[in-house]
């Protein structure tokens, strides 16, 4: 499984981004897609995940500002950032796991940088 995300970059508070990742390889058609991010000095954290059925979870600190969706047919997820915080600074990981397994991979990251 390959994963291979695009986007972020700097953005200014209040502002926008969009994120986008490719899925590749051997994936299952039933699966959890999403994003994760790690801020200097922290643990990696969840920030969103959306299942093949299209339920989604959103970390509290996000709900309302970023939107999670993904397209089956591309094999793509993306993550739209609105309401930018200086907060949301990090490497943004884009994930997959297959609901038969307990193995998350993950793509290689993509710095989101915010400025005020």
């Known amino acids: 499984v390959q994963l291979q995300a695009s986007g972020g970059g700097l953005g200014e508070a209040g502002g926008s981004l969009r994120l986008s990742c490719a899925v590749s390889?051997?994936?299952?058609?039933?699966?959890?897609l999403g994003w994760y991010r790690q801020a200097p000095g922290k643990q990696r954290e969840l920030v969103a995940t959306i299942t093949s059925g299209d339920s989604i979870v959103y970390a509290d600190s996000v709900k309302g500002r970023f939107t999670i969706s993904r397209d089956n047919a591309k094999k793509t997820v993306s993550l739209q950032m609105n309401g930018l915080k200086l907060e949301d600074t990090a490497v943004y990981y884009c994930?997959?796991?297959?609901?038969?397994?307990?193995?998350?991979?993950y793509g290689q990251g993509t710095q989101v940088t915010v400025s005020s």
């Open positions: 390889g051997s994936i299952s058609s039933i699966n959890i």
């Open positions: 994930s997959y796991r297959s609901h038969y397994s307990s193995r998350t991979y």
